[in-house]
């Protein structure tokens, strides 16, 4: 596991409701920061429609790079999955700060987790958890959410975990 992996990881306990500072200090005192998202050509990172902002799927990439590769139950286990869901949701806030200018104002409404994994694997939501984990450690009440996670049978790049987020503008 890289260091890079085991800062974003943080704590398997549930987070407790934080109420002091700004949700840029708490993450900053988790010692993470947002990302600046690499563009594509054939979609964008996010998008609003009415009071809805729709959040795509965001994979664990760091500085361009792809932090790990395979499939839960066969190459990758739950913890070092569980870090990667945490970068790809920290790439999901974002995406959701580029909406709505500042990280106080996203307001999580669903998460959708897919895990690349082996049919008999069925820790998907211990995975999810992570992610929820984080959103909730930094955005407090505003992180809470309803949520979905699903394993799939391969995801691009060969990612073990991606993040698709639906917020709005609190």
């Known amino acids: ?20 500072g700004s949700a840029l200090d708490r993450l900053q005192g988790l010692g993470l920061e947002l990302p600046v998202l690499a563009g594509n050509p054939y979609y964008v990172d996010q998008r609003a ?4 902002i729709h959040i795509s799927g965001q994979l664990p990439y760091k500085d361009g790079e792809l932090l790990g ?9 739950v913890e070092t999955a569980r870090e990667l869901a945490r970068h790809a949701v920290l790439n999901c806030l974002a995406a959701a ?14 998460m959708l987790v897919f895990v690349a994994s082996t049919p008999d694997f ?12 984080l959103l909730i450690e ?20 060969v990612s073990p975990v991606e993040i698709q987020l639906i917020c709005t503008a609190a």
Do not use: F, Y
Not at 69 to 77: A, E, K, N
Not at 122 to 133: T, Y
């Open 1 to 20: 596991m890289t260091t890079e992996l085991q800062k974003v990881a943080g704590t398997s306990q549930a987070p407790e409701r934080e109420t002091t």
């Open 49 to 52: 429609v009415g009071e809805s």
């Open 69 to 77: 590769q395979g499939i839960l139950g066969r190459d990758v286990d």
């Open 97 to 110: 700060v580029q909406a709505v200018g500042d990280l106080d104002r996203v307001q999580i409404v669903q």
């Open 122 to 133: 069925g820790l998907q939501s211990k995975v999810a958890e992570a992610a929820s984990e």
């Open 138 to 157: 930094v955005l407090g009440e505003n992180g809470r959410h309803a949520r979905t996670a699903i394993g799939v049978a391969g995801l691009p790049r």
